[in-house]
């Protein structure tokens, strides 16, 4: 896994890295964005771009012999085959829909996983200036401070958060929908804030209670939002109730008292 001081310095390297995306992320959230378009509704902006090669670059004059994953690079063709070496998967900016409406929920997310198995985590928001990480054994935080996940017991008492996804075919919306509407009858309320890292990351601080996602765009989503659940107490599985699997395009995440009061729902309408 590596060891502790290699590890602590793996998450400076990517604090730092988050912070100088952050800074273009913030300048450019106040500013007119040239958009392009992925998929019907699936957008990618200058700032997404320059925010990974930032990142990238970064890393590599730190750790060259590591590999690398990307959103944008992934997008236009890149290889994002998960090996056992230290492999660095990057967000640069999720949440770009809400960046493009200035709604302030936007990250960066930078994961390195060693072995396949995510190991070091940091989610920064620079918006609201938020900065959520952890290393594999050694907890998770929030701009510093401990984080741990909520106590909440009972599903029915529970804030819960997915996402509709990017497809707009109508086999998918049709599901998506009924899950929702079932879903609706089983807790306290919903929400969908247009972002996989900072939903995962909102599970680790308590202020979220259960988190399910499918078909999300791919392991830069989740590699270190995984690592902060998981270093806050939370659990993490497949919305069907099976392990977790990085490269699914499936995720979800609760604290573990409300794992299988989920997943016997979502389970329903898959």
């Known amino acids: 896994m590596g060891d502790s001081d290699s590890l602590s310095q793996f998450l400076a390297s990517a604090v730092d890295a988050a912070h100088k995306a952050g800074e273009i992320i913030r300048k450019g959230f106040y500013q007119t964005k040239n958009v392009e378009h992925k998929g019907q509704v699936d957008l990618v902006t200058e700032t997404d771009k320059a925010c990974e090669d930032l990142i990238f670059n970064h890393l590599k004059q730190?750790?060259?012999s590591h590999k690398f994953i990307g959103e944008e690079t992934t997008a236009a063709g890149g290889n994002a085959e998960l090996t056992d070496e230290p492999t660095w998967?990057?967000?640069p900016l999720d949440g770009t829909t809400n960046f493009v409406h200035g709604f302030p929920f936007v990250c960066v997310?930078?994961?390195l996983t060693i072995r396949k198995i995510p190991?070091?985590?940091v989610v920064y928001n620079p918006i609201i200036n938020e900065l959520f990480t952890g290393?594999?054994?050694?907890?998770?935080?929030?701009?510093g401070n401990p984080?741990?996940?909520s106590s909440q017991t009972e599903l029915i008492n529970a804030l819960l958060v997915t996402e509709v996804g990017t497809k707009r075919d109508n086999l998918t919306v049709d599901a998506c929908t009924n899950r929702i509407n079932s879903l609706l009858f089983k807790v306290r309320s919903l929400r969908m804030t247009g972002s996989c890292a900072l939903n995962l990351?909102?599970?680790?601080c308590g202020r979220l209670d259960v988190c399910f996602e499918l078909g999300f765009g791919g392991p830069w989503d989740v590699a270190a939002g995984a690592v902060i659940v998981r270093e806050a107490g939370g659990v993490l599985f497949d919305p069907s109730g099976a392990d977790f699997d990085i490269t699914s395009q499936r995720v979800a995440a609760s604290n573990p008292f409300l794992k299988e009061a989920l997943v016997a729902v979502v389970r329903q309408n898959l």
Do not use: E, M, Q, R
């Open 119 to 121: 190991t070091v985590g």
């Open 62 to 64: 730190l750790y060259p």
């Open 135 to 143: 290393i594999h054994g050694k907890g998770a935080f929030l701009n």
């Open 109 to 111: 997310s930078i994961g």
């Open 89 to 91: 998967i990057v967000d």
């Open 201 to 204: 990351c909102g599970i680790a």
């Open 147 to 149: 984080i741990k996940v």
